[in-house]
């Protein structure tokens, strides 16, 4: 679909039930990133794994996050944004500051906003 008066008008799905919508993001300019370990994933001997590694132990990240939407100027910094505050856990949103618009839903379904989501929340 074309962009509205409010710009692209994106979706986000709710990581751990995937029917259901978790919000709805109006973007005049910049880009939306998502890291989940709710789809690219795969089973192996040793039990599923997903293809976000932790640089610490070399493994599947298990932060106790289930996704993180981040929106963001450019494409690869909103990426870098989500993949690093999945990595730091479900706190890893504060961490981030008041210059990243995120969500965070962590494992439990508690959902993490940053404030600088209210701008393009609709």
Known sequence: AAP???GW???VEDPIAPERELARLAIPEGAVATSTRCR???ATATGEVHHLIDPRTGTSARTGVAGVT???AEAWWAEAQATSIF???PDGVADAGDTVAAIVVADDGTVRTTPGLEAVLR
Do not use: P, Q, S, Y
């Open 4 to 6: 509205t008066e409010d």
């Open 9 to 11: 008008v994106v979706t």
């Open 40 to 42: 690219r994933r795969w």
């Open 70 to 72: 981040v929106v963001a």
């Open 87 to 89: 990595l730091l856990g």
